[in-house]
């Protein structure tokens, strides 16, 4: 599975907008980018997921480097449920339902 | 629509026990995915059903197995148990294993403590 890179911690303000940044270098032309987090004592939970072109639903927007290598999960105004530990995946045709998890980044919402 | 549930939400075993952890996906995903959490190691794939056959699996020994059934219900069964195994067991359901439509949707988890 192709690595991704993503800062262990960050912190936000309640009502602003956080962007979270995923460093993923050795992408493959084929491997979407898929976001998932978990909040405190529940399992993870999917957020959204791109391949080439910026992607918004109702929870975030992703927004994708023209080169692939980076991507950026953005919370447009952050509330206090959105303290969680955000993933950032690479996935590709061949791996039939394996999610590899890192680390993430554990994000803090200050009221 | 009602999400991926699980069952038990809480399990106590003794060493050298066997057990057997159910799910239940979300009405028409036909893939479902295990997983193990623990705080030293992570979330962690066990293994990955599809059509009642096992497409994907990983790195853990042959005592974790599962199983899909054609209304693809899954089970996943742990045999003789070692205090190692105590942790948080997921599940998950997709309408497909592999992209676009793979987007995993979790349930609550198994609670399983090894004693």
């Known amino acids: 599975d192709a690595k991704t890179t993503q800062p262990n911690s960050m912190e936000s303000n309640e009502e602003e907008p956080v962007h979270l940044p995923c460093n993923h270098s050795?992408?493959?032309?084929?491997?979407?980018i898929h976001w998932y987090r978990q909040l405190p004592s529940q399992g993870p939970e999917y957020v959204i997921h791109?391949?080439?072109s910026n992607v918004n639903n109702r929870m975030a927007s992703l927004a994708i480097a023209e080169d692939r290598k980076s991507s950026t999960l953005i919370l447009h105004r952050a509330t206090l449920r959105d303290a969680a530990v955000y993933y950032c995946?690479?996935?590709?045709?061949?791996?039939?339902?394996?999610?590899?998890f890192g680390q993430g980044t554990i994000l803090t919402v200050h009221p | 629509k009602a999400g991926v549930t699980q069952t038990p939400r809480y399990l106590i075993k003794t060493r050298g026990q066997q057990v057997t952890l159910s799910c239940s996906p979300i009405?028409?995903?036909?893939?479902v995915s295990w997983y193990q959490q623990t705080p030293g190691q992570g979330l962690q794939f066990l293994f990955e059903?599809?059509?009642?056959?096992?497409?994907n699996k990983g790195n853990f020994p042959g005592r974790f197995s599962g199983r899909q059934f054609s209304n693809s219900r899954s089970e996943m069964n742990v045999s003789t148990l070692e205090l190692g195994d105590s942790a948080l067991y997921l599940c998950?359901?997709?309408?497909?294993?592999?992209?676009?439509?793979?987007?995993?949707?979790f349930g609550p988890g198994t609670r399983l403590t090894v004693t």
């Open positions: 998950a359901s997709s309408l497909a294993p592999g992209p676009p439509k793979d987007e995993q949707y």
């Open positions: 050795t992408i493959s032309g084929t491997d979407y």
């Open positions: 791109g391949l080439t």
């Open positions: 995946i690479l996935r590709d045709g061949t791996s039939y339902g394996k999610l590899t």
């Open positions: 009405s028409g995903h036909r893939s």
């Open positions: 059903y599809f059509s009642e056959t096992q497409r």
